[in-house]
């Protein structure tokens, strides 16, 4: 749990600091790539539906979803 940690604490920052939409994409699919390379496609899973809700008319976001899925 501690490895998440800054993951989480990233992913607060995102409106505490108006982060931009690029930035904020980098650091979900930063987190995201970090559970895959654990081997817990079912924790990227949520983190993809987690970054939906602001990401939502991404395109190259919604393509690395469904390339996911």
């Known amino acids: 749990m501690a490895e998440r940690v800054p993951f989480e604490d990233e992913i607060k ?4 600091t108006n982060m931009s939409l690029a930035d904020e994409k980098r650091a979900w ?6 559970e895959l390379e654990k081997g817990e496609p079912n924790r990227a899973c949520q983190l993809y539906e987690r ?3 602001s990401l939502d008319l991404d395109l190259h ?3 690395s979803y469904i390339g996911f899925i």
Not at 13 to 16: G, K, M, P, Y
Not at 29 to 34: A, E, P, Q, T, W
Request: aromatic share 24%.
């Open 13 to 16: 920052q995102i409106h505490a």
């Open 61 to 63: 976001f919604w393509l």
């Open 51 to 53: 970054a939906l809700i």
């Open 29 to 34: 699919l930063g987190y995201i790539c970090f």
